[in-house]
Structures are given as C-alpha cells and as structure tokens.
C-alpha cells in the first residue's frame, strides 16, 4: 500500500481528526473569496467610481480578512498537528522513517487543503448574489445585481491559502525531524505547575485595575476635546485588558480555591481545580480573544451606528436641500428655469443669507483672526424654517453666541470670554454669552461665526466693502430624496465657483460611505467571532484528550455522570463568559466615547450588536461542551 492509499484511507476511515482543519480552510477561503469578488464586481464598481475612499476601505478590509484567515488555518492546523503526535509516534514503531510519516502529513494536508478550498470557492460562488443584494439594499443602489466568476478573487485566495500550505508544511517537517518517538507519545503529558499567587501577581492585578480605570476616564472625561488621546486609551486598555487575565483573574481562581467553604458545595472543587491547573496556558488565549473581541465589538457598533445615523448625519452637514454661493442675480434665474423645467420637483422655502467677513481679536482661538458674523434676527428666521430649536436670544449689543467647528463636543469654556470685532472706524467687545458647533450653512460654506444684534451687524456692514459681503441661497424642498436628474442638470449650469452644496448628494454617498462600512463590520465581525470561538474550542478540546484520564479516575472513585457534566459546564462558562464579559466592558466604554464624539444615539447598535454576538458565542460555548464531554467520554 503506498502513502497516497494510506493518506486517503485516514481521511476516510478518521474525518473527525481531520473536521475541524477542514472547516476551518473552508470557512476562511469562503470569507476572502466572497469579500474579494465583491470587490472586484463590476456593478460595485461602477457604484464607486471615482469615490477613492471608499475603494480604500474596502482593500483595507480584504487584507484584515486574509490576514486572519490566515492566522485561523495555522491555528487550527496547530491543533490538528498536535492532536496526531501519537499517531505518528506510532507510525515510527511500525517502521516509517521520519521522512515518510512528514510525506504522509503532507498529502493528508494537500488533501484536506485542496478539498477545502474548492469546497470555498463553491460555497463563495452559491452565496455571492445574496451577499451583493445585502450590499446594494445596505448602499442604496438600485439596479441588476450580476454574478460573475472572479478570476482575481480565485487567484488572491489561490496565492493566500497556496503560501499558508507551504509554510504549514515547513512547520511540520521541522516539528518530526526534530521530534523524537518518545517525545512525541509524551507529547500530552506535559504536567503544569499549579497556579500560584505571589506579590508580583498582586501588583499586576492592581496595576491592571489602574490602566483600565485611567483608560476609561480619559474616554469618557477627556477625549471628546483631544482627539489624539485616542492612542493612550488604546494603549492603556489593551494593556489593562491583559494584566486583567494575569494579574486579577489569577487572584479570584487562587482564592475562590482557598475558600474551604464554597469550595467543597457540589461540583465547585472539580470546576476550580481545573481551571486553577490550566489557567497558566490560558492566559495568553484569553487575552488576545478578550482583545479581538473588543475590536470586533467597536467595529460593529461603530458601523452600525453610523449606518443608522446617516440621515441625521447628512443634515447635519447640509441643512439645506440645494444651497450656493450667490454673487449675482444670473445664478438666481438660472435656478428658477431649472425648477420649472422638472416637474418632479417642488420648492417648500427658501432663504437668502448674508454674512459678513470680518478680523477679530480672539485669545482663545489661534487657527484663524477671521470670522463670519450673521444678525440676530435673521439667524432666527433660519432657524425656524431649519425646524433646529435653537433661536438665539441676545440680552445687549454687547452680547455675542459663537459658533465653533469643531470635530466633535463645543468648548462651553469659551462662555464668558470676550472678544473684538474690528472695523474700519470701530472696535467692538463683544462677550461670548452661549456656544455650539451645529451648522445653519452647508459645512464647505462654513466658518467659525459670531450671532451679533442688528445693531451691531449693520454698523459694521456700512464700514467693510462689499467683497466682504458674502450670500448664499439655500433652498428645502418636499421630495429632497428624489432630486437626482434635476441636480444633475443643475451641476450642468451652475459654475464651480458658486460651489453647489445639495443635501441629495450627500446623502447618497453618506448611505454608500455608512453601508459599506456596515457591510465590512458584518465581515470582520463574522471572521472575528468565527477565529475566536474556534481558537477557545481547540485549546478546551486539545485539553479534554489530555484530560480524560482524570475524569475516568474521578468516576472511579464516585463522582457521577451528572456532577462530571455540571463541572465540566461551570468550567467552560468561565473560559467562554471571561474574555467577552470584558470586551464587553470596554466596548460599552468605547460606545459612549462614539456616541459623544460623533453625536449619535449608539445604546441601540450597541444592544443589538451584543445581543446578536452574544447568540453566536453561546453556540461556541453549547458545541464546545458537547465536544467536551464526548471526547472524555470516548
């Protein structure tokens, strides 16, 4: 018999050694080869044409994608390497030489390799429609949704999984020529200290509980006004995160063992003592699991909220339908002729604004000594037909309200500040009595702006020239969302100087710009969930076989079936419930920094989101116990 005929017979006769190598290429050449030809679709890219930032997004996503999937075949092909030691030792006694039995691992893997990938790429095939049809309703595209084979996406996965064969091949070669039989048959028996704490370890747990502390008051306190605290958060969790599983995880199993009392109610001593013998290998598992939960967690919540917020976020930036620069009547009539022209649409108000362009001498503000300044009165009237609630009432002439841009929050510390407006004959003080960093113009015509009285608006006026006057027209209409042939006939007659703003437009790319982010969050957060789960489950399962002698023993000497189970379950839970209870933690965090620095409601994505991960990761934990107790049961 040669070893082609004794590599397929293993495969055949032995699948469940080789299922969870072979599920795991499949998952993950399904992932990058729809992600890719999704890509590469043409209907997509005709849908993003000329929108680089979306493109980039979304190639960004397709290397995150390929190096995880990556990292998830070697990882599972680690456990099935390690899950065979035996088999192989065995292999040697019987006489194959070392060389032979690394043959035999190889056509077993090219095998399983080559099926796996096929069996993607199929998959990738049957399920690419519906993933199109999910992006096209989630980016508001309308049209035939065209299937088409993509040669590049076969040949990135071909490249990806085709490199990730031969380096998984050199690490099992390296692994039986420097591996003897003995080492090999011993391979699971390698005894573990049991976990111990000593002062280091209570320092690291206070340590741990001073990072996470620190890193969630600069979130939620400080972050909003200094955006590049962001990195000292990250920083300061991630780090927090993994002297949390080192330092205070240690200390509640260690003495959680010590306390007699609890200790020895129902099947706690069994759970512990497990748990206290394998934590030390454990560490570092559910740290990374704990930390790419998060990550995964922040992405969704983030895309999701964004994605749920774009019509908010889009009159945000344009609160009027259609507005322009106005600098003479021309454009005005060239508006209107195109009103009557289409039909379809209808004009509900219109505004004409004025603003004047003004030097002021402002201590807390060193961007610019050049404002906007607008009348009380006829910001008031905008307001009103903005529907905003936000009319401005000012008590003096020496009163002025500020409007900042900002990124995120208003600096309510410039209340009270006072600042001087000049003009050629006179110099105003003016105190700031209020603040806020909403636009009542299109963002691109905005400028930090000063609400002045009347009064003090016309006096100025008469003194400046009128190069400094500056109008736009800003026009809402009944049926904003249907106004793609008249704005793009507009575009057509209104030059690029008076810098045409429309509330259309925007939309449609903040609807693209959103789903697609919302889609890549459903992508990177499927492979995230699918990589973490499957990376607990090797690691409890590889512990199971090493394991199963214990519960044999501990069945001899009494312990029922039941107990054994309960045990077991506690012990799972805590593995599974650990790590996401606290990238739960910091992504509650991170959602209340999202929803102040971007202005959105997040609570709702953010409950939805848990709740959904939450789903899929108890199914982890439900097949993982059911592995479990199978594999000692055997």
């Known amino acids: 018999m040669t070893l082609f005929n004794i590599a397929l017979n293993n495969i055949k006769n032995n699948f469940k050694n080789y299922w969870t190598f072979f599920l795991s290429s499949t998952f993950s050449v399904f992932v990058l080869y729809l992600f890719i030809s999704i890509v590469n679709n043409n209907s997509i890219k005709s849908e993003f044409e000329g929108k680089q930032m979306l493109t980039l997004l979304f190639i960004v996503a397709s290397y995150i994608t390929a190096i995880f999937s990556s990292y998830f075949v070697w990882y599972s092909n680690s456990f099935l390497i390690k899950s065979r030691n035996k088999e192989f030792a065995l292999y040697m006694i019987l006489g194959m030489s070392k060389m032979q039995t690394f043959v035999l691992s190889f056509i077993e893997n090219f095998i399983t390799t080559v099926g796996a990938f096929f069996l993607g790429i199929t998959l990738g095939l049957i399920f690419n429609k519906f993933f199109l049809m999910l992006l096209y309703t989630m980016i508001g595209a309308h049209g035939d949704v065209k299937i088409q084979l993509s040669l590049k996406a076969f040949g990135v996965c071909f490249v990806v999984f085709g490199f990730m064969f031969i380096l998984i091949s050199i690490h099992s070669f390296i692994l039986m020529h420097k591996g003897n039989i003995i080492e090999l048959f011993n391979a699971s028996r390698k005894t573990e200290k049991d976990l111990k704490v000593s002062f280091i370890t209570s320092f690291i747990a206070l340590l741990s509980i001073i990072f996470l502390g620190v890193g969630y008051y600069i979130a939620i306190k400080k972050i909003t006004f200094n955006i590049n605290l962001a990195y000292v958060v990250v920083l300061l969790v991630v780090i927090g995160t993994i002297l949390f599983f080192i330092g205070v995880t240690s200390c509640i199993i260690y003495f959680s063992k010590k306390n007699e009392k609890n200790l020895f109610k129902g099947t706690k001593l069994i759970a512990i003592s497990q748990i206290s013998y394998r934590f030390k290998s454990n560490v570092s598992t559910l740290s990374v699991i704990s930390v790419t939960t998060t990550i995964a967690l922040c992405a969704m919540i983030a895309c999701f909220g964004l994605f749920d917020k774009v019509e908010e976020n889009t009159r945000y930036v344009r609160p009027f339908s259609v507005e322009y620069i106005k600098d003479n009547d021309r454009i005005d009539k060239i508006f209107q002729d195109t009103v009557k022209k289409h039909k379809e649409v209808s004009v509900k108000n219109n505004k004409n604004i004025e603003l004047l362009e003004v030097k002021a001498k402002v201590s807390f503000y060193s961007n610019s000594n ?207 419930g650990l790590p996401f209870i606290v990238a739960v933690s910091n992504s509650y965090v991170a959602s209340i920094v999202l929803g102040k620095m971007m202005a959105l409601k997040i609570y709702k994505a953010f409950a939805i989101i848990i709740l959904v991960y939450a789903v899929f990761y108890s199914g982890y934990y439900l097949i993982t116990l059911k592995s479990y107790i199978k594999t000692i049961s055997d």
């Not at 607008?374 to 037909?385: H, M, R, V, Y």
């Not at 608006?457 to 106004?483: C, D, H, P, Q």
């Not at 077991?568 to 805590?574: A, H, N, Q, R, V």
């Open 370 to 576: 050049t404002f906007f300044i607008i009348n009380e009165s006829q910001f008031n009237k905008i307001a009103n037909s903005e529907k905003t609630n936000r009319r401005v009432t000012l008590k003096n002439s020496t009163d002025c309200y500020f409007f900042q841009m900002k990124d995120f929050a208003a600096n309510k510390s410039v209340i009270g500040e006072i600042i001087e407006l000049m003009s050629k004959n006179k110099k105003y003080n003016l105190k700031i009595s209020g603040t806020d960093m909403k636009y009542f113009i299109g963002m691109e015509h905005f400028k930090e702006t000063f609400v002045v009285k009347d009064i003090v608006y016309n006096e100025i006026k008469s003194t400046i020239s009128k190069e400094k006057v500056f109008k736009i027209a800003g026009y809402t209409f009944e049926n904003e969302y249907f106004l793609k042939d008249f704005i793009q006939d507009l575009k057509k007659q209104i030059p690029p100087k008076n810098n045409l703003l429309t509330y259309y437009e925007s939309y449609s790319y903040g609807l693209k710009m959103t789903g697609m982010m919302a889609f890549i969050g459903i992508f990177i957060g499927l492979v995230f969930l699918t990589a973490t789960g499957s990376i607990i489950y090797f690691k409890i399962i590889m512990e199971a076989q090493e394991d199963k002698n214990k519960f044999i023993t501990l069945k001899k000497i009494g312990a029922s079936e039941k107990e054994i189970k309960k045990a077991i379950s506690e012990e799972l839970f805590i593995l599974f």
